[in-house]
T-cell receptor, first 114, second 116 residues
Framework: DTGVSQDPRHKITKRGQNVTFRCDPI?????LYWYRQTLGQGPEFLTY????????KSRLLSDRFSAERPKGSFSTLEIQRTEQGDSAMYLC????????????FGPGTRLLVL | AQKITQTQPGMFVQEKEAVTLDCTYD???????LFWYKQPSSGEMIFLIY??????QNATEGRYSLNFQKARKSANLVISASQLGDSAMYFC?????????????FGRGTSLIVHP
């Protein structure tokens, strides 16, 4: 069990550029979640997948945000036309879908938009 | 209304002493789960402990215990014998309902500093 991994760990981009983050969940986990965390706040839910199905996406922050999990394994989160307000930590978590539903988090991707 | 409230922005404790981090929650759902996570400065959220709303006993995991008072809607984390490595942000979270929605809500966190 290698845990949840995220790539890249840090990303600096210029306003208006597109960025894509990758998350690899724990291998036997069928649920995958994306969160955003800004300074001084707890994680804010964005979207989640059960296998390849995206079951909740209404909380994505704007239509510039999109996520995919094409084969039910890894997932990508894309932000188009980045804005300075998108600067944050983006966290990915996975869970096994049991009744307890404990989520295990990756190390996060820190995004800085200049 | 806030679903999860952590009223202590910062806490200080001496090494080897116990510390309690407060968490109150708000829900009308009879079925819910409460979680505590630790976030060191490196950024990764580390799962510590879980308490289900129907669990009769307080959850314990090593030096961590959850003081669950259902009528008061509180789920305080108790860390016994604090260690320097316990210095971190601590987040309380709640997931409501069974099946369907698995979306937890997180509090704003409490920063714990352990002094030698």
């Amino acid at each position: 069990d290698t845990g949840v991994s995220q790539d890249p760990r840090h990303k600096i981009t210029k306003r208006g550029q597109n960025v894509t983050f990758r998350c690899d969940p724990i291998s036997e986990h069928n649920r995958l979640y994306w969160y955003r965390q800004t300074l001084g706040q707890g994680p804010e839910f964005l979207t989640y997948f059960q296998n390849e199905a995206q079951l909740e996406k209404s909380r994505l922050l704007s239509d510039r945000f999109s996520a995919e999990r094409p084969k039910g394994s890894f997932s990508t989160l894309e932000i188009q036309r980045t804005e300075q307000g998108d600067s944050a930590m983006y966290l990915c978590a996975s869970s096994s879908g049991t009744a307890v539903e404990t989520q295990y988090f990756g190390p996060g991707t820190r995004l800085l938009v200049l | 209304a806030q679903k999860i409230t952590q009223t202590q922005p910062g806490m200080f404790v001496q090494e080897k002493e116990a510390v309690t981090l407060d968490c109150t929650y708000d829900t009308s759902d009879p079925s819910y789960g409460l979680f505590w996570y630790k976030q060191p400065s490196s950024g990764e959220m580390i799962f510590l402990i879980y308490q289900g709303s129907y669990d009769q006993q307080n959850a314990t995991e090593g030096r961590y215990s959850l003081n669950f008072q259902k009528a008061r809607k509180s789920a305080n984390l108790v860390i016994s014998a604090s260690q320097l490595g316990d210095s971190a942000m601590y987040f309380c979270a709640m997931r409501e309902g069974q099946g369907g929605s698995y979306i937890p809500t997180f509090g704003r966190g409490t920063s714990l500093i352990v002094h030698p």
